[in-house]
T-cell receptor, first 115, second 113 residues
Framework: EAQVTQNPRYLITVTGKKLTVTCSQN?????MSWYRQDPGLGLRQIYY???????DKGDVPEGYKVSRKEKRNFPLILESPSPNQTSLYFC??????????????FGPGTRLTVL | TQLLEQSPQFLSIQEGENLTVYCNSS?????LQWYRQEPGEGPVLLVT?????EVKKLKRLTFQFGDARKDSSLHITAAQPGDTGLYLC?????????????FGRGTSLIVHP
């Protein structure tokens, strides 16, 4: 089954404790991205990657890091989480080549609470 | 900067009613997508429109892309409780590899039985 998986689905942590949210896709997509979703603010892009070893900042990259060492994986790293990073996080992937507006496939989300 | 404005933000209606959700921008997009998100899940693509004036139908859902490719609408006929969810529009510029979508803030729809 074609899918994007994220782990963990739920995480409660404390300020300053480094954490990683993993994302993996099995569709051989070149493009992967991370979003955060907050009430009233919609989906905002944190980082995206167009291929292995190629990453770029989205609209709200501060406080986050990513890496793309393999095509299928795109982990999101919070080196020193703060309470304002409490949010619902989504990983997504899509093909690059072809027509405009290729469908993005989203993971199930990770609900993060930073105390 | 919010490039895409969705309205209304919230909508609560009875089963069988019709509704329209709007997605507006001052920017021109190469294409526009509509997603639906159910509680506890990620967004799922409903449709992509790419040509100005284009109309696409998906059962009771009708999607329209404005002639100038700056706005879009989603019309639902005879809404059902299963239509409940968050509807998101996403516009992007650029072809293929450079296409980076920007999402609107969403319209939360509740359809009461």
């Amino acid at each position: 089954e074609a899918q994007v998986t994220q782990n963990p689905r739920y995480l409660i942590t404390v300020t300053g404790k480094k954490l990683t949210v993993t994302c993996s896709q099995n569709m051989n997509h070149e493009y992967m991205s991370w979003y955060r979703q907050d009430p009233g603010l919609g989906l905002r892009q944190i980082y995206y990657s167009m291929n292995v070893e190629v990453t770029d900042k989205g609209d709200v990259p501060e406080g986050y890091k990513v890496s793309r060492k393999e095509k299928r994986n795109f982990p999101l790293i919070l080196e020193s989480p703060s309470p304002n990073q409490t949010s619902l996080y989504f990983c997504a992937s899509r093909r690059l080549a072809g027509e405009r507006g290729n469908e993005q496939f989203f993971g199930p989300g990770t609900r993060l609470t930073v105390l | 900067t919010q490039l895409l404005e969705q309205s209304p933000q919230f909508l609560s209606i009875q089963e069988g009613e019709n509704l329209t959700v709007y997605c507006n921008s001052s920017s021109v997009f190469s294409s526009l997508q509509w997603y639906r998100q159910e509680p506890g899940e990620g967004p799922v693509l409903l449709v992509t429109v790419v040509t100005g004036g284009e109309v696409k139908k998906l059962k009771r859902l009708t999607f329209q892309f404005g002639d100038a490719r700056k706005d879009s609408s989603l019309h639902i006929t005879a809404a059902q409780p299963g239509d409940t969810g968050l509807y998101l529009c996403a516009g992007g510029r650029g072809p293929g590899g450079s296409y980076i979508p920007t999402f609107g803030r969403g319209t939360s729809l509740i359809v009461h039985p």
